[in-house]
């Protein structure tokens, strides 16, 4: 199986702050990378695709970059809204795996 | 838009087997990959497998002895098998759709607790 390790497992951030999340894959995955934002109660949002492409309704406040082996998810301008657990995920091969989460709360 | 629901016992008792249904409504089930994942609770997410369409099935090795996806296209629905529970399957059990080779759509889930 593939392992997804993110960094942190947890962030602290003010409203307005820019913060990254970083997801590293066991193997390379090329852009097979996926990242997820889920809030309290609720199911896991799509919020980039292969590594850099924005979903559908998504704002572009959310960013995703990356190839191989190293991934990044980077948040701009932090609004309330945004604070969650984000979940990084490879569909190169089967078992898809996912990161263990990064909590961002709020400081 | 398609939408997904599960739908299913909260209870199980051990040893017996998880059934869960996912509906899909705004979109056909014919066509596109649906996947099981489930996320026990405070922790991380799993994928458990998926079916496509057609009928062919992928599982994850950790649980493939356990599990059975099916579909039932005349109703727009998969569902879910998993035997032989303990208490290590409860979890929040979310159905999702695989667009090409990400999870695009999901339901909202559905928590199941094993405990006798």
């Known amino acids: 199986d593939i392992q997804m390790t993110q960094s942190p497992s947890s962030l602290s951030a003010s409203v307005g702050d820019r913060v990254t999340i970083t997801c590293r894959a066991s193997?390379?995955?090329?852009?097979?990378l996926n990242w997820y934002q889920q809030k309290p109660g609720k199911a896991p949002k799509l919020l980039i695709y292969?590594?850099?492409s924005l979903e559908s309704g998504v704002p572009s406040k959310f960013s995703g970059s990356g190839s191989g082996t190293d991934f990044t998810l980077t948040i701009s301008s932090l609004q309330p809204e945004d604070f969650a657990t984000y979940f990084c995920?490879?569909?190169?091969?089967?078992?898809?795996?996912f990161g263990q989460g990064t909590k961002l709360e709020i400081k | 838009q398609v939408q997904l629901q599960e739908s299913g016992p909260g209870l199980v008792k051990p040893s017996e087997t998880l059934s869960l249904t996912c509906t899909v409504s705004?979109?056909?089930?014919?066509?596109?990959?649906w996947s099981w994942i489930r996320q026990p609770p405070g922790k991380g997410l799993e994928w458990i497998g998926y079916?496509?369409?057609?009928?062919?099935?992928s599982y994850n090795p950790s649980l493939k002895s356990r599990v059975t996806i099916s579909l039932d296209t005349s109703k727009n629905q998969f569902s879910l098998k998993l035997s032989s529970v303990t208490a290590a399957d409860t979890a929040v059990y979310y159905c999702?759709?695989?667009?090409?080779?990400?999870?695009?759509?999901w339901g909202q889930g559905s928590l199941v607790t094993v405990s006798s």
């Open positions: 999702a759709r695989l667009s090409r080779a990400y999870f695009d759509s």
């Open positions: 995920q490879q569909s190169y091969s089967t078992p898809y795996t």
């Open positions: 705004g979109g056909s089930i014919s066509s596109y990959y």
């Open positions: 079916i496509f369409y057609s009928g062919s099935t």
């Open positions: 193997q390379s995955i090329s852009t097979y």
């Open positions: 292969a590594a850099s």
